[in-house]
C-alpha cells in the first residue's frame, strides 16, 4: 500500500505486517474509480480478524461491484495505538492506507461482545463521533453485522444501522441505494429512512424505548414512519449459487487458522438449547458436492494454501461427507494439501475417516458431552447419550488414540453440584473403557483433558430468561471440579476466567441502557477484553456503580416469558414461541428430536415473493436436502 | 533437478519476518503449480532454502533461493510460472539449474553488498578515519556472553556519499557482520546519535569468494 504511517514507527511495533496489507489477493483499485468506499473492520487484531471466513466473503463480494470499493481495517494492537495516539495518525486502512473517516461506511464485524469496546475505539482512533447522534453529514455510515447483531441493542446509541442476517443477502441493495443517494446529494437520514424499508436493515434510532421503574421495557415504539416494527433476519436462500470467494487474500503472517475454510452449509439440525448459533443460523442450507468441489478448485488454485478446513456448526450431520472426503483426499493428498475436520462426532466412520487422513500421527479426540449427566445433557438437548460417549471412546482407545480432550460447560440453569461431579465421573468411566481394550491393541498412557467453560445464557435460545451464575459460584464450582477430577490421575482440568463470561453474559442479553457503560469502560482504558490479560473486570464494576445500575439485572436475574426483551423487535426466524415450548421442556427433562428424525415447526421459512409464500427455504421443513 | 533463483523483497514485503517469507514462498511455488521435492518424514515439507535471512524491514534486491523440483522444467519457464503468482515486492529476477555437485546457497554465500540511507551526512574523510583504525572493536553477543571482537577484517569496502553509504561485508554462515552493527560502530566512531529505526538498509547481492580472490555473485 502507499503507506501513510512513516516506516521509522511501523520499525517499532510488534509484528508491524498486521499494518501493511499488500497481501496475495488483497485487492488493488483506483479509489478514484469507484463511487462507494466501504471500509470493512473486525474490531480485533489483524491475525484474528483475518481468520475469519466471514471477513473473506464480504470483501470479496463487495469488490466484485466495479462501483464500490472495501477495505479492511482492524483494532490496532495497543503498542500501535499508542504510537498512533503520539504522532495524531488516525486509522487507515489496510489497501490504500487512506483514513477511514473519509470512507462513505465504515462496517463492524460483531462476533464477540467481547470486541465492543474495540468498536469505540476503533471509531475514536479513526477520528470519527463515537454516538451515531453526534456524527455529521461528512463522517461516514457506520453500520454492523454478524452474529451479535442479533441483539442489536448493547450498540444502538453508536451504530447507525445493523444488517440482521446473513451480510450477501442484503449489502447490495443498501449499496445500490447508496450510489443513487450519494449522486442526488441527500442527507444521510434520508439515507437510512430510505433503507430502513429494507428487510434486514434496522436503524436503532427510528425506534424509540420505553422503560418501566424496575427497567425493564414498557414499550418498543417506532418513531420514524419508514422503519418496520419488527426487523427480520434476512439469509441467503441457497448457498451453491450464492457469493463464495475463489481469490481469499493469503494472509503474510501466519494467522490463527491460517488456511482453506469452506463451508459446507450454515444453520444446524441439532436444537442445543444453549447455543445461540444453532438456533440464529437456521434455516438448513447445504452446498452440494460439486459445489463444493468446485469452490474447493478454485481456492487451492489461487491461494497456495496447504490445509483444507470443512466448517459448519456439525459437519458430521452432512450426507455427502463420506464422498467429499473421499474426493478431497483423492485429488490433494498427493499435493501434499491436508484436510482437517473440527467437530466430528466420533464414531466408525469418522475414525476410520481420521486414520487416512494422518497416516503416522495420531492427534488428539475431541468430544463435547457439554454436561456431566444425562439429566443436564438432556435438558440442554444434547443429543449424546453416556454409552455413546463410551462407545466412541472405545473405538478410539482400540484404533491407538489415547489423547481425549472433553469439552464441558457449568453454570447451566437448573444445574447441582452432582452435574458439576459428573464430568469428573465421566472422565473415570473414559479412563475405566481405557483400561478395557486389551494392553497389545492400546496405546501407551492415556490423557484426559477437560474444559469447562462458564455458561453464558444467550439471546435467541430457550435459556434467554433464565439466570447466569454469579463468579463466585462459577469459582466455587471450579474448585468442586478440580477437586474431584484430583482423584482421576489420568485427567487435567482447565480453567477458563469466569468474570469474562459474566461481562459476556450482561452484554450478551443487554438493553440500550448499557450502551453508556460500555463507553465509560472504553473511556476508562479497555481495549482487546476478549484476552485475559486485557480484560479487567474493575472497570466494569466502576462503571456500573458509577451509573447507579446493577450487574444482576442483567445476568442473575430471571426473566418472565411475558417480558418484554431487548431484542423481541428484531426476528431472527425461530418463533418465540417455539424457544418458549423449549425451555419449558427443558425443565421436564424432554428432549426435542433433531431435525433430521422430525421437523418441529421452528419458524416459518417460506419467504414472500410477489405477496405469495414462497416454498420454504429450510431444506429439512421441504423434506429434501442432503442432509437426509 | 536442482534450480537456483535470484529474488528481491521489496517495498510491499519489508516487514514480513523471515519464516513468513518461507510460507509465503512455498504457497507460492503451490500457486505456480510446479512441483517441488518434499521431504521424508511424519511431516513432509519442502526442500528449499534460502541464503542468509534479511532483518524485518530491510529490503533486497539480491535474494537467492535453492530447490529441487520433480519434473524437468526449462529456467525460464520456473521463472515466469513463479512471477506469475508471486505476491507483490517478491519478484524472481533469474533462475539456473543447478548441477549435483554445487554447494547449497546457505553454505555458499559470504559477502552481501548494501546501501544504507542514514538520517545523517557523513564525509569521505570520516569514512577513511574509521577504516585506518588498526583494529575496529565491538561487543558482540555470543552464545557465552558479551565478546570483543574486531570487524575490520569483515569490511571488505566502505563508502559514503552524502547520506548514503555503500559497503560490502561479511554476511554467510561462517564469518557474519550484521549491518546495523557496522552502522552503529561508524555512528559512534563519528559521534552521531544511533537510532536504529531510522536506517533504512537495502542488500543489493550476495556473494562468494571465488578462488580466493574476486568476489561472485551465487548465480
Known sequence: MDKKVSDYILKQVEKPVRYTGGEYNSVVKNPGDVDIRFAFCFPEVYDIGMSYLGLQILYGMLNERSDTYCERVFAPWVDMETKMRENDIKLFTLETGDEVRKFDFLGFNLLYEMTYTNVLNVLDLSGISIYSKDRGEDEPIVCAGGPCANNPEPLADFIDFFNIGDGEAKLDEVLDLYKEHKKSGGKRREFLEKIARLDGIYVPAFYDVKYNEYGTIKSVDVINENAKPVVGRVVVADLNTSYFPDKPIVPFLETVHNRITLEVFRGCIRGCRFCNAGFMYRPIRTKSVDTLMKQLDAQVKNTGFEEISLVSLSTSDYSGLPELADKIINKYSKQHISLSLPSLR????????????????????????????????????????????????????????????LYFMMGLPGETDEDIIGIADLARKIVGEYFKVPKEIRANGISINISASCYVPKHNTPFQWESQNIHEEFERKQRLLRDEIKKVKQANYKYHDAKTSV????????????????????????????????????????????????????????????????????????????????????????????????????GDWRRDVGGVKSESICEMQRGGGIIL | MKYRAKFTKGDNVKFVGHLDLLRSIQRTINRAGIFIKYSWGFNPHQVFSIAQPLSVGQTSLGEYMDFELMEDISEDEVKQKLNAVAPRGIEILKVRRLNESEKKVAALVEYGEYKVILDKDIRDEQIKNFMLQDK????????????????????????????????????????????????????????????????DVERQDLYYMHEGKTLKKLI
Open chain 1, 346 to 405: 466420533i464414531d466408525e466412520f469418522s475414525l476410520d475417516l481420521m486414520n487416512r487422513l494422518q497416516e503416522v500421527r495420531k492427534s488428539g479426540l475431541t468430544f463435547a458431552p457439554e454436561a456431566g449427566t444425562q439429566r443436564m445433557r438432556d435438558m440442554i438437548n444434547k443429543g449424546l447419550t453416556e454409552e455413546e460417549i463410551l462407545e466412541g471412546c472405545r473405538l478410539a482407545f482400540e484404533g491407538g488414540w489415547n489423547r481425549v480432550k
Open chain 2, 136 to 199: 575496529i572493536e565491538v561487543d558482540k553477543e555470543t552464545k557465552s556472553g558479551t565478546k570483543r571482537v574486531d570487524i575490520k577484517g569483515d569490511i571488505v569496502n566502505l563508502k559514503a556519499q552524502g547520506n548514503v553509504l555503500h559497503t560490502t561485508i561479511s554476511t554467510g554462515s561462517m564469518q557474519n557482520l550484521k549491518i546495523e552493527l557496522l552502522v552503529e560502530t561508524l555512528y559512534k566512531y563519528v559521534g552521531f546519535e544511533y537510532d536504529e529505526y531510522k536506517i
Open chain 1, 503 to 602: 461481562v459476556e453474559g450482561v452484554l450478551s442479553r443487554a438493553d440500550r441502557k448499557i450502551g453508556k457503560i460500555i463507553y465509560d469502560v472504553w473511556k476508562k482504558g479497555a481495549r482487546f477484553e476478549g484476552w485475559s490479560d486485557h480484560f479487567d473486570y474493575t472497570k466494569w464494576q466502576e462503571a456500573f456503580l458509577e451509573n447507579g445500575m446493577s450487574m444482576d439485572f442483567y445476568n442473575t436475574r430471571k426473566r418472565e416469558v411475558d417480558e418484554i426483551l431487548p431484542w423481541d423487535h428484531i426476528n431472527v426466524g425461530v418463533s418465540k414461541k417455539f424457544l418458549v415450548k423449549e425451555k419449558e421442556k427443558a425443565l421436564r427433562g424432554e428432549v426435542t428430536p433433531n431435525c433430521k428424525v422430525k421437523c418441529n415447526r421452528c
